[in-house]
């Protein structure tokens, strides 16, 4: 009851001390914000890695697909679905000097 009725405040302890027990409670609340703060872009931080990680893997998928659809013999089989009259180049290129 003493320290609920608030009679503790009056010791003279608390007294001469109140400017740094107001310190420190501003300090404690400042600590506790900032750990709020650095949880939260902790989580975004992984929220963010996960998504990169998914993105990597769908463009290695993508880069494999189109790696194999440029292959010379997917290319020529196309042509022929596509009813295209292509021919396969019978003379090696060459280039032009200047």
Known sequence: MYI????????DFILRHTRMI???VILLFFYISNRYSCIMKIRE???LQH???????????ISAQLT?????SQVEELVKRQGLDLEKATIPPYKLKK
């Open 4 to 11: 609920l009725g608030g009679g503790i405040l009056k010791e």
């Open 22 to 24: 107001a310190l420190i």
């Open 68 to 72: 194999s659809n440029t292959r010379p």
């Open 51 to 61: 998504e990169l990680r998914d993105l990597k893997i769908k463009s290695l998928t």
């Open 45 to 47: 931080m992984d929220t």
